[in-house]
């Protein structure tokens, strides 16, 4: 994926950063990090070596992008009445939310079932980055709820994953690059924010 696309999805221009406002432009993106949970997660439960090695990296690489100014919005799915087990307390795995916001969903899509639209249409939010469990579930509803809003989406590639799955995730991200998300390595989108910090 070229630099064009996260151009594209940052709202800046891709040649002379002066021409826009890319402080404002990270000021309105935001980190949705979506069902890192140890029931989705770990080896022993819904998840596997690979969803723990990238439940890993998120919890390695979420500060990183908060430290270059772009705020973490943590979702987990929480009891309804179609999930037999209570999960009224998210059980993260391996990360700690400190004092950024926890949204609790009853629904694959992390804008059914909770208030986080309302959230960060109060806090100004334009563009999303989104990593976590799994793509081709909550991941991929929640980026196909938000495309339909109107927010601009980019999955970090490197930081989601299916586990035991089925359904391979490259091909769900295939899907969502089509339906009009951005699809990139996180070393590459945390470069580009570094650039935009710097102009």
């Not at 309105?28 to 890993?56: M, P, S, W, Y």
């Not at 009891?79 to 209570?86: A, F, K, Q, T």
């Not at 035991?164 to 969502?176: D, G, I, S």
Request: hydrophobic share 40%; charged share 25%.
């Amino acid at each position: 994926m070229g630099t064009g696309s996260l151009a594209e999805f940052f709202g800046v221009d891709k040649v002379d950063f002066k021409l826009m406002n890319p402080q404002d432009a990270l000021r309105r993106t935001a980190h949705l990090v979506i069902d890192v949970q140890t029931v989705f997660v770990h080896h022993r439960r819904r998840g596997n070596e690979i969803t723990e090695h990238v439940a890993d990296r998120i919890a390695e690489l979420t500060p990183t992008f908060k430290d270059a100014g772009v705020k973490p919005y943590w979702i987990y799915y929480g009891r309804s009445r179609l999930w037999p087990r209570r999960l009224d307390l998210p059980g993260f795995y391996k990360v700690n939310p400190d004092n950024d916001p926890v949204v609790r969903k009853h629904h694959d899509s992390a804008f059914k079932g909770s208030d986080i639209h309302q959230i960060l249409q109060r806090d100004g939010v334009q563009n999303l980055l989104v990593s976590g469990f799994n793509t081709s579930a909550c991941v991929r509803k929640t980026v196909l709820s938000a495309l339909k809003m109107k927010y601009n989406v980019c999955v970090l590639e490197d930081m989601t994953e299916n586990g035991p799955a089925p359904v391979c995730a490259a091909y769900t991200l295939r899907e969502l690059e089509k339906k009009g998300a951005t699809v990139a390595d996180s070393a590459r989108v945390l470069d580009y924010i570094k650039t935009m910090a710097c102009a």
